[in-house]
Structure formats: C-alpha cells, structure tokens
C-alpha cells in the first residue's frame, strides 16, 4: 500500500531507522536476515530493470534498513499514527492492518507484518507445491519466500515513487497500479503471487504499458522531472468510474475527479 501524506518528502537516516526499529520490531535476528536476503535480491532485480528511472537520494542506507518487521497490534499503532491524512489512501487500512505499507514521502521506510500464506492455499495448490519442492517443509519455505518477494517488490516500487507535492500530478492508483505490477512480472513465473484482485489490477497496468509503452514506467517513478501532458491525460481517461469501482472499491481522494 502507500501514502502521500504531506508536502515535505523526506527519508529517515539509519540511525533514526535503528531507533524505529527498536520500538517497533518484533521478529528474531534470525528471521530479519532471512527477510532481508529477500530484500537484497528483490531490490537488484527493481535496480536492473528501472535503474534509469530512479532518483537515488532516499538512498542514505541500504534498502534492507528501510523494512521494519513487527506484530499486527504494533503495526496498527504505528498505522495510525503515522497516517497524517486519512483522505488520501486506495485502500481501507483497516481491512488489511497487518499488511505491509510504504511511507515514501514521510520517511521512506515500510512497515509491515511477515504473513503465511500456506494454511490460505487450496489443497490441490499445497499438493502440486509439495510435488515441485520434494516435501511439505520445502513447500512450505519456497510459498513463504514467494510471497514476500511479491510484497517486497510491491513496496520497493513505493519508495521509489516520487512522494510529497511531487507526486500530486501523478494518480495514487496509478502508483497503485505499477506496483502490483511489478510486484508480479518481476517475479519468476514459478513464484509469482496470484489471486484475482491482484492479478487484475497488475492486468490493467500491463494494457497501459502496451498502449503507451515504458513511458509508464517513467512517469510514475522517482526521475521523473515533468511528463508528456497528453499521456497522463490519455492514461487518466483509462481509469472510468466502472473501472475504479471493479480495481479500487474504497478508492477516495479529497478534490479527485473519481470521488
């Protein structure tokens, strides 16, 4: 998920992470650096695809800092006081509380809850994925990595989009959008996280992207210096009302013309 909440767009130093991250996280030393291998790995597959793309100043430590890893009540209480405007937002925080947030343009960090997915799967799913690892603990181990990857790349994207006033020309579902679909396609395709409300808000950012090319992808990260007034108005006339409603339900921005 994100949130533009304020006009200052700044990235907190290490040191003020560590101190974060001591009040709020919650999970051992040992799966912290299982988590950040995957950060590690995630965040060279975002560079090599969109390097080009990206200002690099939130950069003040490495990436796998910027994740803070906690239980769901802490999560909540950092949620909620951290969110500044409560009009400004995609989807109902409440509804997916332990799910994992980027603060781009107060902070750079994300804030997130670890999640297993496997008691979620069908039983046909965790037997073809039993199949494919050798045994249950494998499975097991390879369905956890996938999904966080798939979350990780979700909220890279986040950071890296521009934050502040900034982004006030850009829309928020657009943002939204860029990162399911990175969240996905920059998965290999024998990890990659689906489900149908997943799947076809990445679809819809993949037909913008075949009908207006990686200008996209240009206009909605951090490099962007300006952009090609007609593009944003072609993509903006993509997202009817019909299509917010079947993507974004409880999408709501104060002075948006899809309230």
Aim: hydrophobic residues 35%.
């Amino acid at each position: 998920m994100i949130e533009n909440v304020t006009p200052d767009n700044f990235a907190l130093e290490k040191e003020e992470l560590e101190s974060l991250r001591l009040e709020a996280q919650s999970i051992s030393p040992e799966e912290k650096k299982e988590f950040d291998a995957i950060v590690k790995e995630s965040y060279d597959r975002f560079l090599l695809k969109f390097g080009k793309y990206l200002d690099r100043t939130i950069e003040t430590t490495v990436i796998e800092d910027r994740f803070i890893l906690t239980d769901a009540q802490t999560n909540e209480e950092f949620q909620n006081m951290w969110n500044v405007d409560p009009s400004k937002r995609v989807h109902k925080y409440a509804d997916a509380i332990g799910i994992f947030r980027a603060f781009n343009s107060d902070g750079a960090f994300v804030l997130g809850v670890p999640q297993d997915v496997w008691p979620r799967l069908s039983d046909d799913n965790r037997m073809t994925i039993i199949a494919q690892t050798g045994n249950e603990d494998n499975a097991k181990k390879f369905v956890k990595k996938a999904y966080h990857r798939n979350i990780i790349l979700h909220e890279i994207t986040h950071l890296y989009q521009p934050g502040g006033e900034k982004a006030n020309s850009i829309p928020l579902w657009l943002h939204e959008l860029q990162a399911y679909w990175v969240g996905r396609e920059l998965c290999d395709e024998d990890s990659q996280v689906h489900n149908d409300e997943y799947d076809k808000r990445a679809d819809f950012f993949q037909m913008l992207l075949d009908k207006y090319g990686d200008d996209v992808h240009a206009l909605c990260l951090s490099k962007n210096k300006g952009h090609n007034e007609f593009t944003m108005y072609q993509i903006r006339k993509e997202f009817t009302l019909e299509v917010q409603q079947d993507l974004f339900p409880d999408y709501k921005i104060v002075g948006s013309t899809q309230e």
